[in-house]
């Protein structure tokens, strides 16, 4: 009778116990966690815009200062990590598959948009692509600072390290013999790139371009110096949220807030999607 209930036990588990134990706290202390630090603004947030009701909050999408701001900030950061992820690839190849000197030097001033607060690189990008800035005086007439343009500069500036810190990694685990013998078989560079190396790199790829995407929306210390922040020009949802916060509209920040929030989702779970079928496609996990 005993081993008839054990096994009847066993059956209906779903999941074994694991040996390491402690797996209760390390729960618990995760959702509260994840509860404090993400589940509650969010909850604030959503809120805070329910006040307006649905009218106010299609007003807000509507309202034409909105729109361009939003198509400001994801089509600038749509823009910049397009660029960092042909670039940003380009460069972990160069730093995985080549030595040549100061190679160290340029590994590490990948990583100096992480430690380099955003208000100073800012600043810097500014002076240098202002109309009289050093690399800007050269392009006169035509303006790249306090324009769309310089904005996508800020976000290549700040997005690359996601890019290459993501793919460098799985670049190296990729063997060089696998390369060896496609150009055995016949294949040359072009098609050893593009139907030996690119599949394997593809997830990686796509998450950096979720993770510089992502940060290029809601960046806002290095865009504000460079961007100009003129009305239905250059100006970026996150200054138009800080706005409507000194205006004392907390409800219409919160909608803009609240808009970027799905429109964020809805492009990262996409993008989450194409990730998942390419792992699925070219077998990797």
Request: charged content about 10%; overall charge positive; aromatic content about 12%.
């Amino acid at each position: 009778m005993t081993h008839t209930a054990t096994a009847s036990s066993a059956k209906w588990r779903l999941k074994q116990p694991s040996i390491i134990p402690g797996f209760g706290l390390t729960l618990g202390f995760s959702l509260a966690y994840l509860s404090l630090i993400i589940l509650i603004p969010l909850a604030g947030l959503l809120w805070r815009t329910a006040e307006l009701g649905w009218g106010g909050f299609f007003a807000v999408f509507a309202d034409r200062r909105t729109l361009d701001a939003l198509y400001t900030s994801f089509g600038t950061a749509f823009l910049a990590a397009l660029v960092n992820v042909v670039f940003g690839t380009i460069l972990a190849w160069v730093l995985t598959r080549y030595n040549f000197p100061g190679r160290r030097l340029v590994d590490a001033m990948v990583d100096l948009p992480f430690a380099l607060p955003t208000a100073v690189a800012g600043i810097a990008l500014a002076s240098l692509y202002a109309p009289n800035g050093w690399i800007g005086s050269l392009f006169m007439p035509f303006r790249i600072a306090f324009t769309p343009l310089g904005i996508v500069i800020a976000l290549i500036f700040i997005g690359l390290p996601f890019v290459v810190r993501t793919v460098q990694p799985i670049m190296e685990e990729i063997d060089r013999e696998v390369e060896e013998a496609a150009a055995t078989l016949g294949a040359n560079r072009f098609q050893t790139i593009s139907r030996v190396i690119l599949p394997g790199l593809t997830p990686a790829i796509l998450t950096g371009f979720a993770l510089a995407f992502a940060r290029g929306v809601g960046e806002y210390g290095s865009v504000i110096f460079i961007a100009g922040n003129i009305p239905y020009v250059s100006e970026i949802a996150p200054l138009l949220i800080v706005i409507r916060l000194e205006e004392f509209n907390y409800a219409g920040a919160t909608a803009i807030a609240t808009i970027m929030l799905l429109i964020s989702f809805l492009m990262l779970l996409v993008i989450n999607l194409i990730q998942a079928w390419s792992r699925r496609r070219y077998g990797n996990v």
